[in-house]
């Protein structure tokens, strides 16, 4: 079936500088990802929707400034944390939806997911 | 605003018993999707179980199936013959049906099977 990968699986960061956090989507093309935030033992709070080609579109409450999102191809989205502070420190998760998969259904798939620890 | 209500933050199951996580969700839509996401210790979120809101048959994934009832709106998941593998994290989500649009998760019920 089809895969999403996302890299790195887990980075350690100084308070003050910035990470890149990338998410593939592997045999399929999508015009649409989503980025999520997950605190432990909580759930998935989206933070934004990546559309190839054009700015994201952010949840409330989100600073866009501070989480930097691109979508420069059909299989490519990235997420940059600006200026990463301790209360950054998350798990990140992106999603692909494989709108050709059929049925009306588009069924979506998630990524691994990024540990991300800032000292 | 659309919500997904998970009433039960842990739940517990014998092997090979049954058990059902409950959910509740509010929406004025009337075409949506409604799916179970189950995320295992890796962290991998996995699909379970999905269903189209204009079919009233209730899906059935093997040991899962769920009961969809859509003027309740409840959305509940049950599992039978339940196995160590299924202790996870067990996540409802609902999605409008409109392209593109995002999905909102529950909160979550942590599932353990006892042995």
């Known amino acids: 079936g089809a895969v999403v990968s996302q890299h790195p699986s887990r980075v350690i960061c100084k308070s003050g500088t910035s990470v890149k956090i990338e998410c593939r989507s592997l045999d399929f093309q999508a015009t649409t990802m989503f980025w999520y935030r997950q605190f432990p033992k909580k759930s998935l709070m989206l933070m934004a929707t990546?559309?190839?080609?054009?700015?994201?579109?952010?949840e409330q409450g989100v600073e866009k400034d501070k989480f930097l999102i691109n979508h420069a191809s059909l299989t490519l989205s990235t997420l940059t944390v600006t200026s990463a502070h301790p209360e950054d420190s998350s798990f990140y998760i992106c999603s692909a939806r494989d709108e050709l998969a059929g049925g009306g259904l588009e069924t979506q798939y998630f990524g691994p997911g990024t540990r991300l620890l800032v000292l | 605003a659309q919500t997904v209500t998970q009433s039960q933050p842990e739940m517990s199951v014998q092997e090979a018993e049954t058990v059902t996580l409950s959910c509740t969700y509010d929406t004025s839509e009337s075409d949506y999707y409604l799916f179970w996401y189950k995320q295992p210790p890796s962290r991998q979120m996995i699909l379970v179980i999905r269903?189209?809101?204009?079919?009233?048959q209730n899906a059935t994934e093997n040991r899962f199936s769920v009961n969809f009832q859509k003027a309740a709106k409840s959305f509940s998941l049950k599992i039978s013959d339940s196995q160590l593998g299924d202790a996870a994290m067990y996540f409802c989500a609902y999605r409008r049906a409109t392209s593109y649009d995002k999905v909102i998760f529950g909160p979550g019920t942590s599932l353990s099977v006892i042995p």
């Open positions: 990546s559309n190839e080609g054009s700015k994201a579109t952010y």
């Open positions: 269903q189209e809101a204009y079919k009233q």
